[in-house]
């Protein structure tokens, strides 16, 4: 942190991210020592990950910061929903130019704010000087055995998502210029993803497979078809498409768009028959596993292979 900042490092910590109650009953230390603590309870294991997001290349210069606070949080809960691990706390490190007050009260309001709706706990971070890099790790719980993983899916399984694709994709496309008679919830989508975690903890003992969106269908499902070393065929009919996405494919033809384009945060499973019953009513069998390697989609009748490679930063 700068020397000439009008708040030192320590008080902007103070100031934005220090909560006096934690909100997680697992939260035995938070902000303030050189480590947090954790109890962990019996028959658990500790899921963690983490997501950073850089200016100019997660998102654009000038985005409503409170917007960003938001998302951050969210992409990286939407990876402990898709292994079904209930969420517990965070810790942020933060790396930016200067102190903008109003910046950091907005920032840490999109924050914090849906870290309480999941009774998560900010437990400590970094505060750093420098181009404006957001980094989130998350922790959560899964009993022991149960995480749901990229690697277990099996040839007959049905292919389930938990809610609509393409809808943050459009509202890329809104931001971008398109023109949308109707682009308020495709911008709600692209701005504001609420990760999956109810239908990630329905799913423990009911999916063999899962992850969640955030490159697009065709390569995140691809993920699960090479780690599972198995392949799949999706059915363009059964695929959940808003009525803003099925107008836009209308007007430019670019029916690629939903399997393709990211930032959807739905969760993709895979469910035995047996358990098919089990799964979440809100959650659409757009296909199923097979034993040949690929992914193929079935449009009208005719069998084609996608190949799709995600977003690779470097290539
Ligand atoms: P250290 O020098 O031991 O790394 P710091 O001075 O970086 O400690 O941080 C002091 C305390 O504030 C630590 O508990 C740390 O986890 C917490 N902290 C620092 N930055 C953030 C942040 N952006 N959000 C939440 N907690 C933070
Ligand atoms: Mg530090």
């Given at each position: 942190?700068?020397?000439?900042?009008?708040?030192?490092?320590?008080a902007v910590?103070?100031?934005?991210?220090?909560?006096?109650t934690?909100?997680?009953?697992?939260?035995?230390?938070?902000?303030g020592?050189?480590?947090?603590?954790?109890?962990?309870?019996?028959?658990?294991?500790?899921?963690?990950?983490?997501?950073?997001m850089?200016?100019n290349?997660h998102?654009f210069?000038g985005?409503d910061?409170?917007q960003?606070?938001?998302?951050?949080?969210?992409?990286?809960?939407?990876?402990?929903a898709?292994?079904?691990?209930k969420?517990?706390?965070?810790?942020l490190?933060?790396?930016m130019?200067?102190?903008?007050?109003?910046?950091?009260t907005?920032?840490?309001?999109?924050?914090?704010?849906l870290?309480?709706?999941?009774?998560v706990?900010?437990?400590?971070g970094?505060?750093?000087?420098?181009?404006?890099?957001?980094?989130v790790q998350?922790?959560?719980?899964?009993?022991?055995?149960?995480?749901?993983?990229?690697?277990?899916?099996r040839?007959?399984?049905?292919?389930y998502?938990?809610?609509?694709?393409?809808d943050?994709?459009?509202?890329l496309?809104i931001?971008?210029?398109?023109?949308c008679?109707d682009?308020?919830?495709?911008?709600?989508?692209?701005n504001?993803?609420l990760?999956r975690?109810e239908?990630?903890?329905a799913?423990?003992?009911?999916a063999n497979?899962c992850?969640?969106?955030?490159?697009g269908?065709?390569?995140?499902?691809g993920?699960i078809?090479?780690q599972?070393g198995?392949?799949?065929?999706i059915?363009w009919?059964a695929?959940?498409?808003s009525?803003?996405?099925l107008?836009?494919?209308?007007?430019?033809?670019?029916?690629?768009?939903?399997l393709?384009?990211?930032?959807?945060?739905?969760?993709c499973?895979?469910?035995?028959?047996e358990?098919?019953?089990?799964?979440p009513?809100?959650?659409?069998?757009i296909?199923?596993?097979?034993a040949?390697?690929?992914?193929?989609?079935?449009?009208?009748?005719?069998?084609?292979?996608?190949?799709v490679?995600?977003y690779?930063?470097?290539s």
């Amino acid at each position: 942190m700068s020397k000439d900042a009008c708040l030192s490092e320590f008080a902007v910590i103070q100031r934005f991210f220090t909560r006096q109650t934690a909100a997680n009953s697992s939260t035995r230390l938070g902000i303030g020592d050189d480590c947090a603590l954790l109890a962990i309870p019996d028959g658990y294991e500790l899921a963690v990950t983490t997501d950073t997001m850089v200016e100019n290349v997660h998102f654009f210069a000038g985005t409503d910061p409170g917007q960003l606070g938001h998302k951050l949080l969210a992409v990286n809960l939407s990876d402990l929903a898709s292994m079904g691990a209930k969420p517990v706390s965070v810790t942020l490190a933060l790396t930016m130019p200067s102190v903008d007050e109003n910046w950091l009260t907005a920032f840490a309001h999109g924050f914090l704010t849906l870290a309480e709706r999941f009774s998560v706990d900010l437990i400590g971070g970094d505060t750093t000087s420098g181009a404006l890099t957001l980094t989130v790790q998350a922790l959560g719980f899964v009993p022991r055995g149960q995480a749901l993983l990229r690697s277990t899916a099996r040839p007959g399984d049905f292919i389930y998502l938990s809610g609509n694709l393409g809808d943050a994709g459009l509202g890329l496309k809104i931001t971008q210029g398109y023109n949308c008679a109707d682009p308020d919830a495709a911008l709600a989508r692209f701005n504001g993803p609420l990760p999956r975690i109810e239908t990630g903890l329905a799913l423990c003992g009911v999916a063999n497979a899962c992850i969640d969106l955030s490159d697009g269908l065709a390569g995140d499902l691809g993920h699960i078809l090479e780690q599972s070393g198995v392949g799949a065929c999706i059915d363009w009919g059964a695929l959940p498409l808003s009525d803003a996405v099925l107008a836009y494919i209308e007007a430019t033809g670019d029916w690629f768009m939903p399997l393709v384009a990211g930032d959807d945060y739905e969760l993709c499973f895979t469910v035995s028959p047996e358990n098919a019953a089990r799964v979440p009513a809100t959650c659409r069998n757009i296909g199923v596993i097979e034993a040949a390697s690929g992914l193929r989609l079935n449009k009208s009748g005719t069998i084609q292979l996608l190949k799709v490679k995600g977003y690779e930063h470097f290539s």
